[in-house]
């Protein structure tokens, strides 16, 4: 549920409203008591190294790239000319 706050509080108290959104908090900013737009924090991306990808796709069934292309053309219109 987003705490909803003032334009005011968002200009006064912007380093707090930016605490509680590193802590996952979402805020609904009003403006006279009119819901004007909402703060949500971003989710964190995490770095994964390449061992790990590599690791991850170790036991996955290699691809037959010429197979491949031939599966895709056969269920999508690639074409690049325009379509009426």
């Not at 190294?49 to 491949?68: H, K, S, Y």
Request: charged share 35%; no cysteine.
């Amino acid at each position: 549920m987003a705490h909803e706050i003032t334009q005011r509080e968002l200009r006064n108290d912007s380093g707090e409203i930016m605490r509680g959104l590193d802590r996952g908090e979402s805020f609904l900013v009003t403006r006279n008591g009119v819901p004007v737009g909402e703060l949500i924090p971003l989710r964190r991306r995490r770095f994964v190294t390449a061992d790990v990808i590599t690791g991850a796709f170790a036991g996955a069934p290699r691809l037959d790239p010429e197979q491949f292309r031939r599966d895709v053309d056969s269920l999508l219109d690639q074409r690049p000319d325009p379509r009426a």
